[in-house]
């Protein structure tokens, strides 16, 4: 992530959204889950980042060799924050075809592998677009 702050322009996009509806839907779907099949409010995000993207394809890519090559595959980068310290980004790979019940169980599965280093290097350099939560 330090090399990609660096290297690669960045462009911030920040937003108020009013979430009641979506809230109130998660906490209705998952009253009637066990935990393992409950999602987040993260996993909402990262599903619209997704679709956003399918409707905007210009904004998908990644910056190689000093400029802008865009990306007909949607691999969502959803950073990690690492127990010892540090931040990372790992790919969900074709989000934008994944339910909210896949991609919570991707995410799952990607913090768990990250946190025990046991990533692989397609996970960490696939991303064509990154979604950060600071909440």
């Not at 905007?56 to 924050?81: D, K, M, T």
């Amino acid at each position: 992530m330090s090399r990609s702050k660096r290297e690669i322009p960045h462009y911030y996009l920040t937003e108020t959204v009013e979430l009641c509806g979506a809230l109130t839907w998660i906490e209705r779907f998952n009253a009637e889950k066990t935990p393992v099949e409950r999602i987040l409010p993260a996993v909402v995000f990262l599903k619209a980042a997704a679709l956003a993207l399918r409707e905007q394809p210009q904004l998908n890519g990644a910056y190689e060799n000093g400029a802008f090559i865009p990306s007909s595959s949607i691999h969502v980068g959803w950073a990690i924050s690492l127990r010892g310290g540090g931040l990372i980004a790992t790919a969900i790979r074709d989000a934008d075809k994944k339910s909210l019940a896949e991609l919570m169980g991707a995410m799952r599965d990607l913090v768990e592998r990250a946190r025990r280093g046991n990533l692989r290097s397609s996970e960490l350099t696939s991303p064509t677009f990154t979604v950060t939560s600071d909440r």
